[in-house]
């Protein structure tokens, strides 16, 4: 078979979708996890000492005075949290650890995915400038700013969320009562009949934690990658709009014309991905204190 013809779109887009990771050259597979994307890594962690230290300044500046605009906007954010956790989690003991966890989460991710807002070529343009990722080899040639679109991120973060399931259900339950809920759940029998359906309740059970934990994760990836994608396709449009010729120039141009629309939708993309994640966090960490 001839091989594809590679274009400047194409070249552009996959360009734009490299990690810089540990092994010096572009991923051929979507799903390796034995490689380190420190891209994602940087930016991820960035972004979360950005919220700590806004949650920080925010308990450190509360008043019992008039408020001032930021004490509100925290609070309300915060009383918000409080009341989606008190009607899923019925534990208060552990709606004092899950609430706060849960907001720190909803402001990490929103801060993550407000990433994919910044303009696709800006980044690249500043190491260019710098002389840090203008030709192949350069250190910073690859690089992807948006840590959601990287599968590590959201299936670590999930993998996360998996642990607490795991830990609050024993807690809640003991280990004895956990673990034989899930020899006897959700199929119930008694003699025989329980010895026959305990393996087949078993294998339901480890499927539904790894599709809750899969789910979770590959729910923000795939969109957050989609808007990703989609942006760059914009990109691509708009350059050809204003005469696409390769140039930073046409593209910037395309940008300000194409993207703004999607943009304008994206904001609500990155908020809404963020609640949904806060959201399946507490109801997954409220079904651990359920019996079937």
């Known amino acids: 078979m001839a091989d594809a ?6 070249e552009y887009i996959q360009h734009h979708l ?20 420190y891209d994602s890594l940087f930016w991820s962690i960035l972004t979360g ?64 995915n407000a990433l994919d807002l910044v303009p696709v070529d800006l980044m690249g343009a500043i190491f260019r400038v710098t002389g840090l990722g203008a030709t192949h080899g350069d250190p910073l040639y690859y690089h992807r700013i948006l840590p959601t679109a990287d599968l590590n991120v959201p299936m670590g973060m999930s993998l996360g969320v998996l642990v607490l399931m795991l830990y609050y259900g024993v807690k809640i339950k003991h280990f004895s009562g956990w673990a034989k ?6 199929f119930h029998a008694h003699g025989v009949g329980a010895i026959v359906l305990a393996p087949f309740n078993f294998l339901l059970n480890i499927i539904e934690y790894v599709a809750k934990c899969v789910s979770l994760g590959m729910r923000l990836f795939g969109n957050m990658y989609a808007g990703e994608l ?26 300000i014309l194409a993207g703004s629309a999607w943009a304008i939708f994206h904001i609500l993309i990155v908020l809404l991905q963020a609640y949904i994640f806060m959201m399946l966090t507490l109801v997954y960490i409220g079904l651990a204190h359920e019996g079937h």
């Open 5 to 10: 013809v590679s274009t400047p779109q194409s």
């Open 18 to 37: 490299v990690q810089l990771n540990s092994l010096g050259h572009p991923q051929h597979h979507i799903v390796n996890f034995n490689v380190v994307n």
């Open 49 to 112: 000492v950005i919220v700590l230290y806004f949650l920080w300044r925010a308990s450190r500046r509360a008043t019992t005075d008039v408020p001032g605009r930021f004490q509100m906007a925290v609070e309300m954010l915060a009383g918000m949290v409080a009341e989606e956790a008190k009607s899923i989690i019925p534990n208060e003991t552990t709606r004092k650890f899950a609430a706060p966890l849960a907001l720190t989460i909803f402001i990490w991710i929103s801060l993550m």
């Open 181 to 186: 809920e899930l020899f006897t759940a959700p």
């Open 230 to 255: 989609l942006f760059l396709l914009i990109a691509l449009l708009g350059g050809a709009w204003t005469g696409f010729n390769g140039t930073s120039m046409g593209l910037a141009v395309g940008h």
